[in-house]
């Protein structure tokens, strides 16, 4: 797992880290047991396992104009823990967290103890106070909607500087559409029926085509997208049948095209790392992903007689058509390689490390 030790969110999935006094509280146990003084939220990647689709990097989730990609605007909310303690020495530890800007970190309005060299269960989540369910109109506020949660499946061990660090996530289920062949001034309204109710979503600004986010309860299908067009005449809308049963911490990215919304693709991807995960989609279009080097510059060379210069995403990664089919020179940093023998674009993920 990659970390990113940041007060600013760059990609969804969490680490909480636990700062600790040099002090400890009474023993109830074999253990010794350490007393919390407060918690510290920074980021982490989640494993970097991705499928053989197409990248995501058209989308706006995981980057700066996502709002869910960012702390700020969270300091008012309520970050609640509960330790167990898997050996049952000693009793389940809950305290409420509340936001200490002078230090940065999150404090227990109880005591709560955390038992030393040992492995523990921890349940948390993050969430607006008050918090009752997902919103249904999110136009103006969809971070409000992005409760986070480590629901305590995972043990954390507490090392020698008594700081855990935990594994949180999005609660809920997000999705990410954009149109194509559409301007804003065609667009009046937008919604989404999910389950029989009818939601409203975050219009994403600063965008080329119109785009929206839209946080739905885990295990939603088949949602539909509405559009109605200016002075309420016309109306279209497209039933996204290839979601079903949506997931824990995975936004669900899908382009609509042209007035009829004709269902472009659909692409499962993990909320946390902007990356396409394992999932049924279907594309208009399927290019292949080139990896190396993040930020590389490359020139391709085809046995066609074409160049192609391609520049690599801070992931590594570069989406686009190919010039040809086969590769035959890879230049990089003013060296020229050579595939032998020559690398036939036969799959969606071709790697290009090796000849760099």
Not at 160 to 176: N, Q, R
Request: with cysteine; hydrophobic share 35%; charged share 20%.
């Amino acid at each position: 797992m990659k970390r990113y030790i940041s007060s600013i969110i760059c990609a969804c999935t969490l680490c909480l880290a636990a700062g600790c006094s040099d002090s400890t509280g009474s023993a109830t146990g074999p253990e010794e047991q350490v007393l919390l003084e407060g918690v510290d939220i920074s980021l982490q990647e989640s494993d970097e396992t991705v499928a053989a689709t197409k990248a995501t990097s058209d989308y706006a989730v995981n980057k700066n104009i996502d709002p869910t990609k960012t702390m700020v605007g969270r300091e008012s909310w309520e970050l609640d823990v509960t330790i167990n303690n898997s050996n049952g020495s000693f009793g389940p530890q809950s305290a409420t967290f509340t936001w200490d800007a002078v230090n940065n970190y999150w404090t227990p309005g109880t005591d709560i103890f955390f038992p030393n060299y040992t492995r523990q269960e921890v349940e948390l989540t993050l969430h607006p106070v008050p918090w009752s369910a997902i919103a249904f109109d999110q136009r103006a506020d969809i971070l409000g909607q992005d409760v986070l949660i480590q629901d305590g499946t995972t043990s954390i061990t507490v090392y020698p500087a008594h700081i855990p660090e935990i594994e949180v996530k999005h609660a809920h289920s997000m999705l990410d559409f954009r149109f194509l062949g559409i301007e804003d001034s065609d667009i009046n309204t937008i919604s989404v029926e999910v389950g029989g109710d009818t939601y409203y979503p975050y219009k994403v600004p600063g965008t080329t085509s119109p785009e929206y986010l839209l946080i739905i309860p885990v295990g939603s299908s088949s949602p539909i997208i509405r559009m109605g067009t200016p002075g309420g005449a016309n109306y279209y809308q497209t039933t996204v049948d290839k979601i079903t049963n949506t997931q824990v911490n995975t936004c669900y990215c899908f382009t609509l095209r042209g007035l009829e919304l004709q269902l472009a693709e659909i692409t499962i991807e993990n909320w946390a790392t902007g990356r396409a995960m394992s999932g049924d989609y279907t594309s208009e279009t399927s290019y292949p992903t080139f990896r190396g080097i993040p930020e590389a510059q490359i020139t391709l060379f085809y046995d066609n007689g074409l160049a192609q210069d391609i520049i690599l995403d801070s992931q590594g990664e570069y989406t686009g058509r190919p010039s040809g089919r086969t590769i035959t020179g890879i230049r990089y940093l003013g060296v020229t390689n050579e595939p032998d023998p020559p690398l036939v674009l036969s799959s969606t993920i071709i790697d290009l490390t090796p000849y760099l």
